[in-house]
């Protein structure tokens, strides 16, 4: 198991933590429980949350480096592709022009 | 060998639609995912508050600030990379498009035609019982189609890995993502159910709204269930890439990766509804 798997395990946890809190039935316990115990269940609810976000945040971050780290080859694949895009649309110019060429010849110079 | 050229270009042209129409649908899940996690806080620090105290409150407000804002950046940066894999799709798109106009073709026949109006004898060359005017547009159809399927081919060679890498992060991106994003909705519905539970409960009259509210929120479950079509249609790219590689990516495998990426749209679509 390596650290994106221990990663992706406790966010899983604690996203099940979070939903079974805020859930009617959580909920229901929490109201009916003393208001000391009401204000822990709060903050402990914050907190998992707040702990949800951070861990979810460093998941996302980690793979968002990995995605930059490629961005290099993303590029240079788009500007090889529209390179041979070009050099394509530039055979084309070649015969057009070509073809403008003999047009005026054939007008200028009627040959055989 | 012009069949062949046109089957590779075709595989290369599905592809290249399916990653572009991928990435704008991507954008639209990164947006919810975005909107679902401030949407999310709020509800949960408004349910909290009552039960804090003041400086439990600030302390708690100031670190989920901080923390949305991480989200919302790391969030951005992943969209930003996404656009520019759509334009590398796009170009992919625009170099393999078998139906776009043969400029070359017309352009050589237009040299042919200048050529022929100087020679009476190239205007009526003939091979065979066609005339040679006739044949260009079909000479230089296949050369254009073998000049593109060569110039992809050595861009597959060239970035096979990458891509393959960069569509496994993506999939492991929105499988992040959606998983995030499936708890926000939910516990957005387990709020708004728990209200219409207290409304019931409380000893006040029922709103008048309370029956039909009430049905809406007992119907948005379908749309938080399938919060997870990025990742699928993610993997399902993934295999089209690998199937174009392989030269095999047919009508079928196609038309399956384009359903998968409308409901990816359309589920991202319902869910803006569920994490407003």
Redo the contacts between chains.
Sequence with gaps: MDA?DIY?LT??QL?AI??SM???EG?AL?QAAL?SE??K???M??DV??A???L??A???S??D???A??Q??????A???A??T???D???I??T??NL??V??QIA??? | MTGCATTRLNQFNNLAQAGVTYVTASQTVIQDAGTA?VNT?SA??I??RP???QS?RRD?VI??DK??K??LQ??Q??SA?GK??Q??FE??A??SDPKATN??GA??Q??Y???A?????LKNAKMGSSSVSSFIPTVIAPV?AN??VH??N??LK??SS??A??LA?QE??FS??E??LK?DA??QQ??R??DS?NQFVAPTALPAEWASQRLTLLSTPAAVASADAASKAATHLRSAFTAVVENRLDSAGFADLMSDISNMLTTAQGIQGAVK
């Design positions: 994106s992706s966010l899983s996203d979070e939903l805020t859930s009617p909920d929490i208001p009401r204000q269940a709060a903050q609810l914050l949350h707040q949800r976000l951070a979810g945040n998941t996302l971050q793979i968002a990995q995605l930059k490629n961005e080859a993303i590029v240079a694949g788009t090889d592709v529209q041979a895009l050099a394509l649309n055979l084309t110019q015969l057009s070509v073809s003999i047009g010849v054939t009627p040959m055989v | 996690a806080d949960l620090l349910k909290v039960n804090l105290d439990q708690g670190k989920s923390l949305l991480q989200r790391v969030l940066l992943i990379h520019l894999l334009a590398y170009a992919l625009s170099l400029s070359a352009a050589a237009d040299v035609d200048s050529l109006k100087m020679s009476p004898a254009v000049f593109k110039a992809l050595e861009e060239a970035r990458a891509i890498n960069e992060l492991a991106a992040a993502i998983a995030e708890t939910q516990e387990n709020f159910e728990t539970i």
